[in-house]
T-cell receptor, first 114, second 120 residues
Framework: SQKIEQNSEALNIQEGKTATLTCNYTNYSPAYLQWYRQDPGRGPVFLLLIRENEKEKRKERLKVTFDTTLKQSLFHITASQPADSATYLCALDPSGSSASKIIFGSGTRLSIRP | GAVVSQHPSWVICKSGTSVKIECRSLDFQATTMFWYRQFPKQSLMLMATSNEGSKATYEQGVEKDKFLINHASLTLSTLTVTSAHPEDSSFYIC????????????????FGQGTRLTVV
């Protein structure tokens, strides 16, 4: 069966360090892999996406890698800040079509302590 | 950027009554809208996919007569929880993808603020 797993339910790190979140999937061949941020009581907010033929994508302090052989994506936040504390969701987009559903992982709750 | 507005942000209703939640794409005409349900500390559970002018496609295990979805225009989809019961209490979130008016806006999903439903 198809499955998406985010390695940690929760991750707690010191401010200034790099946070690394992992997303693994099985039985998918996604066209895109996306990362979202969700704050408590709010809807998710899109952060980054990476295409199947891309290895790495960066946006400011964020970096995403995509290894289709390992079926894994890593999401990095460098120079982490307490304001980065939130739940981060990995999502697979099988086709890239706006008509298709995006499948979400269970999320990792990231806490950055001062 | 694209904005999706969801209303109301919270609602309390009596058991047995129906509740309607609206989802609007404010500055774009969404190709597709999605409805999710989320329990505390859990991920988004897709309930249904909605396209303008056609019947919604429900995920397995979601009762279509219980959760009525209407997508009357390109910018508005509604979810009605009929004959609500306490077990329907949850956080409901809509999202929209695609813009019929612009190329290239197919990939990411834009989410509403969510609606906290409490059935007493």
């Amino acid at each position: 069966s198809q499955k998406i797993e985010q390695n940690s339910e929760a991750l707690n790190i010191q401010e200034g360090k790099t946070a690394t979140l992992t997303c693994n999937y099985t039985n998918y061949s996604p066209a895109y892999l996306q990362w979202y941020r969700q704050d408590p009581g709010r809807g998710p907010v899109f952060l980054l996406l990476i295409r199947e033929n891309e290895k790495e994508k960066r946006k400011e302090r964020l970096k995403v890698t995509f290894d289709t052989t390992l079926k894994q994506s890593l999401f990095h936040i460098t120079a982490s800040q307490p304001a980065d504390s939130a739940t981060y969701l990995c999502a697979l987009d099988p086709s890239g079509s706006s008509a298709s559903k995006i499948i979400f992982g269970s999320g990792t709750r990231l806490s950055i302590r001062p | 950027g694209a904005v999706v507005s969801q209303h109301p942000s919270w609602v309390i209703c009596k058991s047995g009554t129906s509740v309607k939640i609206e989802c609007r794409s404010l500055d774009f005409q969404a190709t597709t809208m999605f409805w999710y349900r989320q329990f505390p500390k859990q991920s988004l559970m897709l309930m249904a996919t909605s396209n303008e002018g056609s019947k919604a496609t429900y995920e397995q295990g979601v009762e279509k007569d219980k959760f009525l979805i209407n997508h009357a225009s390109l910018t508005l989809s509604t979810l009605t929880v009929t004959s609500a019961h306490p077990e329907d209490s949850s956080f409901y979130i809509c999202s929209a993808r695609g813009d019929r008016g612009r190329k290239g806006m197919n990939t990411e999903a834009f989410f509403g603020q969510g609606t906290r439903l409490t059935v007493v």
